[in-house]
């Protein structure tokens, strides 16, 4: 199997570096930040052409390193080097700045709302991860927990596409895992086998898998396995699975690969680098049960950017449809078309 | 990054500066292109202020030609730097300016690296690992007292 990556437009989006990009829930609009300190939404105009909807100013005063969508897709929230979380909320056709968050000591890196729309958690330099529950009634966030497990700056979050698991990457090259017991959130398992900084993780569609991408130029995949696995593998606290790296991707990227997504539609996995290239893979079918998973590159695109790739992001609804964003100061789409050899 | 106003190296050894560059007369002759070497790299960086004194990194052996490395075909810059004492706590500072200096002023295309020679710094895997995190940079040059800083360094005497 092979496949295609193929360019479908090119979005001027900004002066300056775009540092992320993320869809809405229904695949219609996508969000990009970055350091012009703007968060713009596109959407479709036609059945192809992609501009620009609508504007969100005045919420930073330095970069926006990262943008998100609640599952419901009425809020945004924005993340600044300006220790401020901006939540905008959907008002008709336009986004309102409903709240700010403060609270982190210095930049914020990273935020992401959980599936089942009771959290949204941030992490900054400040090495911790804060966790805020939703109050439906106020309409607004209150801080449940801040973690302090990591020991330096809190890079990317990553919530469990089905349980309130949430997982951080960060520059002491760990990956971690909390989740919530009696109102307490604790880390309950530290994932130590990159070699640098983790930028980015994603989970597959059932949850029970993870991939991983570092500075150290490899993709990691970990699995979990349940308790009472029929390997055998005994978990610490006998309640929570452990995870194993199962396997690891070199030799693809010469420079950081800061961005790695899980695609649910396709199983396909993206990488975005430093080294302007943004490469896919597939998993080998394996006709052995027990063996260790294997992937292969099936597309690519050397010179995707003119510079760095942050961030990129499958659309959640049209399989094969990629957004990918550079310090160049474009948004790209993507199409991935697989064939038959 | 913190900044302390004690004097960390108070009596450096000054080196002899390189020649200037002589300029040939392709240098001039806009239907020659010619790639960018390590010279011009070096250039570059060779006259950025140290930060307690005033003397340029080339003056204080900071920097030299043999720490630069150019590849334009993978469009990479690496530098090396040699902070004047082991301890010195200008050293993520110096790097920094260096690492500014040469993304303000290189094309865009290049890829650039900074670190302190092997073994010239006691914290020098921290410090490489800061000045080669594109984000940790980008927001260390969003922080108005650090960029004054930094400018300060990279400024020529024309500005």
Known sequence: MMGELIELQTLEASDDRVWCVAWNPTGTLLASCGSDKITKIWGREGERNWVCKSTLSDGHTRSIRSVAWSYCGNRIASAGFDAKVSIWERQGQEFVLQTTLEGHENEVKDVAFSHSGLYLATCGRDKSVWIWEYNEEENDFACAAVLTTHTQDVKHLKWHPHKDVLVSCSYDDTIKMFIEDNDDWSCVCSLDSHTSTVWSCDFDATGKRLVSCSDDKTVKIWHAYEKNNQEGIRSPNGVYPVWKCVCSISGYHKQPIYDVKWCPLTGLIATASGDNSIRIFREEESKQRDVPPSFSLIASNAHAHSQDVNRIAFNPKEPGLLASCSDDGTVKLWRIEQKLM | ?159
């Open chain 2, 1 to 159: 990054m913190e900044l302390s106003s004690e004097l960390q190296n108070l009596n450096p050894t000054i080196y002899e500066c390189t020649e200037e560059r002589t300029l040939q007369e392709s240098d001039l002759n806009n239907d020659v292109s010619d790639n960018i070497d390590r010279r011009e790299v070096f250039d570059l960086i060779r006259t950025i202020n140290d930060p307690e004194h005033p003397l340029t990194l080339e003056e204080l052996h900071v920097v030299d030609l043999e720490g630069v490395t150019i590849d334009n075909e993978a469009n990479t810059v690496q530098v090396q730097f040699r902070p004047t004492i082991p301890h010195c706590s200008m050293a993520t500072l110096i790097g920094l300016s260096i690492r500014a200096k040469l993304i303000y002023t290189l094309p865009t295309r290049y890829k650039v690296g900074v670190n302190i020679y092997e073994g010239a710094h006691i914290q020098e895997v921290q410090i490489n690992k800061q000045l080669n995190d594109k984000e940790r940079v980008t927001a260390a040059l969003e922080n108005k007292h650090l960029c004054a800083v930094v400018n300060r360094c990279i400024a020529t005497p024309d500005d």
